[in-house]
């Protein structure tokens, strides 16, 4: 069988993951509260743990594009098309998917090879043994967890970035705060917010999905670990490619 065979295989049996993990999430809801630790853990290692890194790539990501567009704009006089600029790139474009990618090297990785070693460890099958779900014990929380953490990266990816663009906008075109913030939110449109958190609730379900099967999928040997891991990331990365670009596209066509 080739890889392509494969991977299109792998595709029905993540899709009815997907839905069986769903399924679990009222459960967990319900009786989770021994699983509520594998939450809260995720979201402080997948959200508060990546604000560093998120902040960084924010960062540089306001200040590259204010330093690339004011000064060519500011000589023809056409600063107020910076605005856009910045909304299109840091809050629909960029941010989902830049908060995906840390998301992934961070978490998808972590997961998968956690979930590998359990599987290898017999200590699923211990799960199962005493009556315990490992969908709604190991896999609900953290694609919640994921899903959440990714959705509020995000957000702050946005913020941090357009008030880091703000600095930079001061050596081409000092404006005062409210000014400069008021010119933003007239250029932020409801479409702009709805499109970037579809965005990043979509990736965080994907990225969740993919990783737990990923480590759910090997079977016996302790070398299948790192080999979880590589497929987490490298699936997980392709697809929110593949997404980002049908849905820029679904958006774009809507909008005009």
Known sequence: MNIKAAALMEIPYTLGFFIRTLRGVGAFMVRGRASFKIFVMQILF?????????????????????????PFLAKISQERYSYPVLITVIMREAGPLLTAIIVIARSATAIATELAGMVVSHEVEAYISIGVDPIEHLAVPRFLGVTISLFLLNIYFSLFGLGASFVVAQLFNPLPPGVYFDNLLQSLGISDIVISIVKSITFGMIVAVVAITSGFSVERASTEIPVAGLKAVGSSLAWCVLVNILLSCLYYTAVN
């Open 46 to 70: 997948t959200f508060v743990e990546a604000l560093g890194i998120t902040s960084l790539l924010a960062l540089g990501i306001g200040v590259a594009i204010n330093a690339m567009t004011m």
